[in-house]
């Protein structure tokens, strides 16, 4: 599943600069020593799971608090996008130490013998789900059946079909291929459309309609369907070699996040105006979109910190999901998610 929080007119320009700023960094400088400027600081390299918006908060407040620095850390971000290798691969290939994923695709790395670890997801939640109008409302899984849904590709028509499965229920629906906007849903195309909460139905209010009146959304998760998104990920070898590092990162965006939560418009300003300036993003969209997307970015359940997972729900919810796609191959858990990265991110910081 592909996290898209940006519009088609964006892509292409994004493109151009994407492969600018891979081919213009070698592996030495992602990996290697820092330059002698920044010789106290320990150089830690990370891809993005998209292009450089709202969508990581955290790292934009880290970066400009100083929250980095203070865990001894000097970061290099690199962009991901529709021209980017998904962060499992490149990690693999150790051009990069940290990487933000998906859940299937990390699944599926780990099952083809590639050494990923989980240390965290910064979405406790995930925002993919249906969009449906009065006229038909989509709440619960029952609703599905003998639907026309519009969904934008390959992997929402599994997690419809996964959601189905789970719910005991036939696969009795049709599948509309649909691109990033929800239009063809307001013309009639479709009965619902697979959509992200912090992107299309946020167009829809930006029109002046009203959710749960004038339009309803609900989660995958709430259609008994959970995956997750934004996961953050890197391989055993570079766990156990620089364990302290990667500790620093969760911590540093984890107090990112925290500080996010006070004045939502400071990451959004600092995208529009710095480090997603070439994306023609719109300030007003990306606050609205910071703002529902901080409910995510809280614990699976009170007391629980900041990007950590509930083994449970890995073992629970998680790991059934998988298998209603036909995941078989699933790793002991314990292989997959280092659960004690995120508690020592929550220990005081020592250098």
Not at 20 to 43: E, Y
Not at 101 to 113: E, Q, R
């Amino acid at each position: 599943m592909k996290f898209r929080p940006i519009e088609d007119h964006c892509l292409n320009a994004y493109r151009r600069k994407l492969l600018q700023a891979f081919a213009a960094v070698p592996t030495a400088a992602l990996l290697g020593n820092p330059p002698a400027s920044a010789q106290s600081l320990r150089r830690l390299s990370v891809q993005l799971g998209w292009v450089p918006n709202v969508q990581y908060a955290g790292e934009w407040v880290a970066m400009e608090r100083g929250f980095f620095k203070a865990n001894g850390l000097d970061v290099e971000i690199l962009p991901g996008g529709p021209n980017a290798l998904q962060a499992p691969v490149v990690l693999a290939a150790g051009k990069v130490a940290l990487g933000y994923s998906t859940w299937f695709p990390i699944l599926d790395a780990v099952a083809k013998g590639n050494p990923i670890v989980i240390v965290g997801t910064v979405f406790a939640r995930s925002p993919m789900g249906v969009l449906s109008l009065p006229k038909k409302p989509i709440r619960k899984a029952a609703d599905l059946v003998g639907s026309r849904l519009l969904v934008q590709g390959a992997n929402e028509r599994v997690a419809v079909d996964a959601t189905l499965k789970l719910a005991g229920l036939p696969l009795n629906w049709t599948p509309v291929p649909a691109g990033f906007s929800p239009e063809p849903l307001l013309a009639g195309d479709g009965d619902g459309y697979t959509a992200f909460s912090t992107n299309q139905p946020l167009a829809l209010e930006k029109m002046g309609m009203k959710p749960g009146k004038d339009f309803f959304f609900t989660t995958f998760d709430d259609l008994g369907f959970r995956t997750l998104v934004a996961v953050l990920v890197t391989t055993r070898g570079y766990l156990d070699a620089h364990r302290n590092d990667v500790v620093g990162y969760v911590r540093s965006i984890s107090q990112g996040w925290e500080e996010n939560e006070k004045d939502p418009a400071y990451a959004a300003k600092l995208v529009v105006q710095k480090y997603g300036v070439d994306l023609g993003l719109d300030l007003q969209q990306q606050i609205r979109q910071n703002e529902v997307q901080i409910p995510l970015a809280r614990g699976e359940k009170p007391g629980l910190p900041r990007l950590a997972l509930d083994r449970d729900v890995v073992a629970g919810p998680l790991y059934a999901s998988a298998r209603a796609t036909g995941r078989t191959n699933l790793p002991d858990i314990d292989k997959l998610v280092d659960f004690s990265v995120v508690t020592e991110a929550n220990r005081p910081a020592t250098r």
